[in-house]
């Protein structure tokens, strides 16, 4: 094991650093037993040395230094009906289905949007760097587009961003801004800097109004490039890399995994004819799957 473990550490910081997902999914692979320190099967609050083999599901776990692993982020734009998990024992399509392939690293979620929900998720192979961005202490704001049905009382925005009781504590919007339109319909932009579940829609439901759509559209600095097709992923450059490493002071990475060389406009436009490709046949699959549990 590498050197990059001076002292003893949390196992589930180490196994998140090595790229196995998040501390809390690692936490729960913990605790169902799956991890061994020196063949010993491992409990949650253990730790580890430098020194000691970590096997997860019975294979070492390799732990590279922190140097040597380049920190990579993806911006990927998830359609509606995608889950955020990586398997579904039902076969439905999940957010990680057409992620690029990691060489002994996992893709690691940086939270999560609920099946009806698309736009802007972010993926990053430095689990360190995920637990970070998802915890509320650093306040990163994320900004959502949000159709409602019908009119909104100017007092019902007042009460959205004073606060609301939710089963799960108080909650509240940073800032509501009506959008342009007409109709029964109407859109307004949201902001907030945690990412409880379903904390929007349950938010606007407190107030007796129904969501119709839900797109993340920011988060931090970062906006959803409107170029990016739905189903379709994109490396950040290092310097947004390094903004979100700095946002959650983290150091700077030096290196990147991106061509110097920009994609031509022909390559690019191949790329995204292949993402909608490959989007319309898994959201195919996924009506069948769903026509098969009917019956």
């Given at each position: 094991?590498?050197?990059?473990i001076?002292?003893?550490?949390?196992?589930q910081?180490?196994?998140?650093?090595?790229?196995?997902?998040?501390?809390?999914?690692?936490?729960k692979?913990?605790?169902?037993?799956?991890?061994s320190?020196?063949?010993?099967?491992?409990?949650?609050?253990?730790?580890?040395?430098?020194?000691?083999?970590?096997?997860?599901?019975?294979?070492?776990?390799?732990?590279?230094?922190?140097e040597?692993?380049?920190?990579?982020?993806?911006?990927?734009?998830k359609?509606?009906?995608?889950?955020?998990?990586?398997?579904?024992?039902?076969?439905?399509?999940?957010?990680?289905?057409?992620?690029p392939?990691?060489?002994?690293?996992?893709?690691?979620?940086?939270?999560?949007l609920?099946?009806?929900?698309?736009?802007?998720?972010?993926?990053?192979?430095?689990?360190?760097?995920?637990?970070?961005?998802?915890?509320?202490?650093?306040?990163?704001?994320?900004?959502?587009?949000?159709?409602?049905?019908?009119?909104v009382?100017?007092?019902?925005?007042?009460?959205?961003?004073?606060?609301?009781?939710?089963?799960?504590?108080?909650?509240?919007?940073?800032?509501?801004?009506?959008?342009?339109?007409e109709?029964?319909?109407?859109w307004?932009?949201?902001?907030?800097?945690?990412?409880?579940?379903?904390?929007?829609?349950r938010?606007?439901?407190?107030?007796?109004?129904?969501?119709?759509?839900?797109?993340?559209?920011?988060?931090?600095?970062?906006?959803?490039?409107?170029?990016?097709?739905?189903?379709?992923?994109e490396?950040?450059?290092?310097?947004?890399?390094?903004?979100?490493?700095?946002?959650?002071?983290?150091p700077?990475?030096?290196?990147?995994?991106?061509?110097v060389?920009?994609?031509?406009?022909?390559?690019?436009?191949?790329?995204?004819?292949?993402?909608?490709?490959?989007?319309?046949?898994?959201?195919?699959?996924?009506?069948?799957?769903?026509?098969?549990?009917?019956?």
């Amino acid at each position: 094991m590498s050197e990059s473990i001076v002292n003893d550490e949390k196992l589930q910081k180490v196994l998140a650093r090595a790229g196995k997902g998040s501390r809390r999914e690692m936490e729960k692979v913990i605790d169902a037993g799956r991890v061994s320190i020196d063949g010993k099967v491992s409990r949650l609050g253990d730790r580890v040395g430098p020194h000691q083999q970590i096997r997860l599901d019975g294979h070492v776990v390799k732990i590279e230094a922190e140097e040597n692993r380049i920190c990579r982020v993806l911006m990927y734009n998830k359609p509606e009906g995608e889950l955020c998990t990586r398997k579904d024992p039902e076969g439905r399509p999940t957010v990680f289905d057409r992620l690029p392939r990691l060489d002994g690293e996992r893709w690691i979620a940086v939270g999560r949007l609920d099946v009806n929900t698309s736009g802007l998720l972010l993926f990053t192979n430095d689990g360190e760097l995920a637990n970070r961005l998802m915890r509320p202490s650093y306040e990163i704001e994320r900004e959502y587009a949000v159709r409602v049905f019908g009119e909104v009382e100017a007092t019902t925005l007042k009460t959205l961003t004073t606060g609301v009781e939710l089963e799960d504590g108080m909650a509240k919007f940073l800032k509501i801004t009506p959008r342009p339109g007409e109709g029964i319909n109407r859109w307004y932009n949201v902001l907030l800097t945690e990412g409880r579940n379903r904390e929007v829609r349950r938010l606007w439901q407190s107030q007796g109004v129904d969501v119709s759509r839900l797109i993340r559209v920011r988060y931090g600095d970062l906006k959803l490039n409107p170029k990016l097709p739905q189903g379709g992923w994109e490396e950040l450059a290092l310097a947004n890399v390094n903004y979100f490493r700095s946002s959650v002071q983290l150091p700077n990475e030096t290196e990147t995994k991106l061509s110097v060389m920009p994609e031509k406009r022909s390559e690019k436009r191949a790329k995204n004819q292949r993402i909608r490709k490959a989007v319309k046949k898994h959201q195919i699959r996924a009506k069948q799957v769903q026509k098969k549990r009917k019956k």
